[in-house]
């Protein structure tokens, strides 16, 4: 595709018991199978233990995961390389950044729904370190995992970014965490840095660099090696619109949303309407769709109406949710944009499960690409977690879509997703 610069954009702003019997004696077999395999033990033993905030109902919480590591346990008798087990048990939970519940959920492959850290209420905003619900956020909106399964958060109107271990101990990880305080940005070492509105994460697997969208118009950058913040060229992060900088060239950011750093180490970002690619020399280009415009068109010279977050597959392929056109769109690395489900039009909102175009989302915000190419679609407005095959066939994998109620086990508009 050849390349563009991108010009200057305008300023703006009850099993039964006999069933539960059988489950359990496949766990001896596990154990033994995890005595050869000693480093999976803390994965796996986690999904087979609830965490101590979880439902009392033990039977019901217990069994998708024994049929999980009975799974594990067939797959580990055909011994294949250590390096396929790995990628196995990554591709198995979905985070999910219930932005409205102020909280992160886990989603099992079979979709049960764990409160993982924060308390799911509406109202139950606000900001605290700690032990699963011990920990508050503030609309929780990015989020991404590194490969020791530590989760990020972009912990948005508490503006600072909090780190979840695997067992769901909450940390600050950088800035101060204010609530409701909209700093201007400061660089430095992660723990004196300064925060406003960071919105979307994405975490370079092979140095753990860690890429952060501000709602000011910017990007930061977490070094993995020495935790410094820096901020790329051609952002204000200044509140209240963006300014023009001479010597970052003629591109300032408009509507900044999501961003990824693909496998094959390239890092592109959503600015509203187009996906821009940031260069190592310090100069945004246009990859697809039209900086200055919306609408929808496929083919390389796409149009998207309002993007949300970015992901990307093995292939370095984007996954990008078209927000306000309520589909999941696909851009190929030379540029090609395609429909992977939905229909694509404002008008086309709704709950329907199908394949292709046949499907229904409502204003879906974001989607993550796991090893095996299933998608899960954080579906907002429909409160709910879509999956879509590599077929493309669209179902529901946990929530349920067009309920509004929020708290309890019901998502309350979504925004992030990531896979580990």
């Known amino acids: 595709m050849a390349r563009e610069r991108v010009p200057k954009a305008s300023i703006a702003g009850a099993p039964r018991a006999r069933t539960i019997e059988r489950k359990l004696a496949g766990i001896q077999a596990v154990r033994s199978i995890l005595a050869r395999f000693p480093s999976l033990t803390n994965l796996l033993t986690t999904d087979l233990q609830p965490t101590p905030w979880e439902p009392p109902n033990t039977y019901a919480s217990i069994v ?26 990554r591709g198995g939970n979905v985070f999910v950044a219930d932005t409205g519940n102020n909280c992160i959920r886990k989603v099992t492959r079979s979709g049960y729904v764990i409160s993982f850290a924060g308390v799911c209420d509406p109202d139950a905003s606000g900001f605290a370190d700690g032990q699963g619900p011990d920990a508050r956020f503030n609309r929780p909106l990015g989020i991404a995992a590194d490969n020791m399964g530590n ?9 600072c970014i909090r780190k979840i271990s695997p067992v769901g101990e909450v940390t600050t990880f950088a800035g101060l965490c204010e609530n409701n305080v909209i700093d201007i940005e400061k660089d430095g070492p992660r723990e004196e840095s300064r925060w406003g509105l960071p919105m979307y994460i994405s975490i370079d697997q092979r140095n753990n660099d860690m890429y952060i969208t501000s709602g000011l118009q910017c ?29 970052w060239g003629d591109y300032m950011f408009n509507s900044l949303q999501g961003i990824v750093m693909t496998e094959q180490n390239r890092l592109f970002a959503v600015d509203d309407t187009c996906i821009v690619e940031l260069l190592d020399n310090g100069e945004v280009e246009r990859f697809a769709g039209a900086c200055d415009r919306s609408g929808f068109r496929n083919g390389k010279d796409a149009l998207f109406d309002a993007l949300g977050g970015i992901n990307a597959d093995q292939n370095g392929n984007l996954i990008t949710a078209d927000i306000t056109m309520n589909c999941i769109r696909k851009t190929t690395r030379a540029g090609i944009t395609t429909t992977l489900a939905g229909e694509c ?29 299933l998608m899960y679609v954080v579906d907002t407005a429909n409160n709910c977690i879509r999956k879509i095959t590599p077929q493309g066939f669209v179902s529901t994998h946990a929530g349920t879509c067009g309920l509004f109620l929020g708290g309890g086990s019901d998502f309350l508009y979504p925004q992030g997703v990531a896979i580990f």
């Not at 989760?151 to 503006?159: A, G, K, M, P």
């Not at 989302?361 to 974001?366: D, M, R, S, Y």
Request: hydrophobic share 35%.
């Open 151 to 159: 989760i990020f958060v972009t912990d948005y109107s508490n503006s």
């Open 219 to 247: 990007i930061r950058k977490i070094s993995g090696s020495d935790g410094m913040v820096t901020t790329l060229p051609h952002g204000s992060c200044i509140a209240g619109g963006i300014q023009y900088v001479e010597e």
């Open 64 to 89: 998708p995961r024994i049929i999980h590591l009975v799974a594990v346990n067939a797959l580990l008798s055909c011994a294949p390389p250590s390096s396929e087990i790995t990628r196995f048990t």
């Open 345 to 373: 039009s404002q008008t086309g909102n709704g709950t329907a499960n199908g394949s292709g175009d046949k499907a229904r989302f409502q204003n879906p915000w974001a989607a993550a690409v796991g090893v095996s190419g």
